[in-house]
């Protein structure tokens, strides 16, 4: 069952920006720090639990992935930052960057956005104004973000550089607060059909996603809230969401992160699928919600906009806020998932939004090496990262098991009977006493679909393993702190194909 409010008004009158806008000057931000002491990539990131083929900013705070776009072959990645220190600073939260041409190598660059009189900047987006829509020029960068004051309200900083640096328009904000307290993280995406863009804004607490539209990108028009009354997806605050187009589906997916009473504990990602009539969403069924990722550490992920050929990649915060602020590293926190390639498959009757590393995997990895049932030491004692593929047969049950030479475990499990997939990030993994919420031993999700065979795809890195199954229809993202890497494989049950390939750090020059 589904429930749709669909009041309309108008939020923004008058004319549409001048083709030559006046750039005001940079406001000041009273909390800036000197662009000089922000610390850019090394080299070398060879710290106890520093993923070595996942991003992370070489010092500080990070959560949610911001504004995320491609355009003149470079992918650029924004993300909450605390310039300042190792600590959540909610009141300091700024937006850092990282660029990439090939999604795997990120340089690390000064942060672009810093709280100011209306507030922090909270979590947004970015959309590259390829016509000229907006009146800043042909592909300006618009990012529309959360200024986060005593009123959270939407507003626009925009980039006629690449997205190397932006200015906050002069008329913020451009989404007044429509009275809550949570108004929050925009995502902006275009609609085919009607020629014209679809904002996305989650409600918090107020449960619901509102939906704006706007033909120019500046002025933008309220459609309504789409809500759900399924129990289990009013348990949590409904936070970072995005809407995707599936054309040979001729699907929408709606996708909305929550906290604190997700899947697992803390955060988790929801999605729904269904159509929408340009100010209407309306899932296909009542059966939700279902989830993007079944593990503990897979949130706020959002796509990049103007992306090439079409696709859907996908970047989330591998982390949990039951836990991010305690977790053992102590020069940065937070690491982000691989980047992910979103698509649409029917599976057992119905719609399944599957995720799966990006081809650009294949650029930082060797050669496939087949493994029989097991391997180990996989790499050798100076391993960066790596990856197993492996088939099984559903006519029984089956166990992974990723361990080192300490005796840390994480152990997957497949019932066949039952068509269920277990991962233990249990007490074995490593360290977990820093947070009573961390050490989870029986994490589930189903095998979607009928069939008889079952592929695994597993990566492996310093302090993560992310696993793929079933063509990425059910995934578990989980972070882990052993005393080194798990560099041995061993596989109990009926293999049919299993191998293996090093993954090459991401940090050497």
């Given at each position: 069952?589904?429930?749709v409010?669909g ?10 920006t ?53 355009k003149?072959?470079v ?17 300091g939260?700024s ?39 907006a ?12 200024a ?10 925009i ?53 704006w539209h ?22 949590s605050?409904?936070e970072c ?31 729904f ?8 969403f ?7 919600p ?25 970047i ?10 305690a977790?053992?590293?102590s ?25 799966t ?10 050669a ?7 391997m180990?030491?996989?790499?050798g ?23 080192n ?105």
């Amino acid at each position: 069952m589904y429930i749709v409010l669909g009041t309309l008004f108008t939020a923004c009158t008058g004319p549409v920006t001048p083709e030559e806008p006046v750039i005001p000057p940079v406001e000041e931000d009273t909390t800036r720090v000197d662009t000089a002491t922000v610390v850019v990539s090394p080299t070398t990131r060879p710290e106890l639990y520093r993923p070595q083929v996942h991003y992370t900013p070489h010092h500080n705070w990070s959560n949610d992935p911001n504004g995320l776009f491609y355009k003149d072959g470079v992918w650029n990645l924004y993300y909450q930052f605390n310039p300042n220190g190792i600590e959540c600073d909610f009141g300091g939260m700024s937006w850092g960057h990282a660029s990439s041409t090939d999604l795997m190598h990120w340089q690390e660059k000064s942060p672009v956005l810093y709280p100011d009189g209306m507030g922090a900047m909270y979590s947004g987006c970015s959309v590259v104004d390829k016509d000229n829509r907006a009146g800043f020029g042909n592909g300006a960068v618009l990012a529309y973000y959360t200024a986060s004051g005593e009123k959270q309200v939407i507003c626009l900083a925009i980039s006629t550089d690449g997205g190397e640096t932006f200015w906050k328009y002069e008329h913020n904000p451009i989404v007044p607060s429509t009275g809550l307290v949570n108004f929050r993280d925009p995502k902006v995406v275009y609609d085919p059909h009607r020629g014209r863009w679809t904002m996305m804004v989650a409600k918090g607490w107020d449960l619901g996603i509102e939906i704006w539209h706007s033909y120019n990108l500046m002025q933008w028009d309220f459609d309504g809230i789409f809500r759900v009354n399924t129990e289990r997806c009013n348990m949590s605050q409904w936070e970072c969401c995005d809407l995707l187009y599936f054309e040979q589906a001729d699907k929408w997916v709606a996708v909305v992160s929550i906290n604190p009473n997700g899947y697992i504990t803390g955060s988790s990602t929801m999605y729904f699928v269904g159509s929408f009539d340009g100010v209407t969403f309306t899932p296909d069924a009542d059966d939700y919600p279902r989830w993007l990722d079944y593990g503990a550490d897979c949130y706020a992920g959002v796509t990049f906009d103007n992306a090439p050929d079409g696709r859907k990649v996908m970047i989330a915060w591998m982390n949990n806020w039951d836990y991010a602020p305690a977790c053992p590293p102590s020069a940065w926190k937070s690491a982000y998932t691989l980047p992910r390639e979103l698509s649409l498959k029917q599976m057992g009757g119905h719609w399944v939004l599957c995720s799966t590393p990006v081809s650009e995997l294949d650029k930082i990895a060797s050669a496939w090496h087949d493994a029989a049932t097991g391997m180990e030491n996989i790499g050798g004692d100076y391993a960066d990262a790596w990856e197993a593929k492996i088939t099984l047969s559903l006519a029984n049950d089956a166990t992974i098991t990723l361990s080192n030479k300490y005796g840390n475990e994480y152990v997957i499990r497949v019932n066949a009977q039952q068509r269920i997939i277990y991962c233990d990030r249990g007490g074995r993994t490593g360290e977990f006493n820093f947070s009573t919420l961390f050490a989870v031993p029986s994490m589930s999700a189903p095998i979607e679909g009928n069939e008889q065979y079952l592929t695994l795809d597993i990566v492996v890195d310093q302090s993560s393993v992310e696993l793929f199954a079933g063509e990425g229809s059910t995934c578990f993202t989980n972070t882990v702190y052993p005393r080194s890497i798990y560099r041995n494989i061993t596989v109990d049950g009926i293999v049919t194909e299993m191998k293996v390939r090093t993954l090459e750090t991401i940090w050497k020059p």
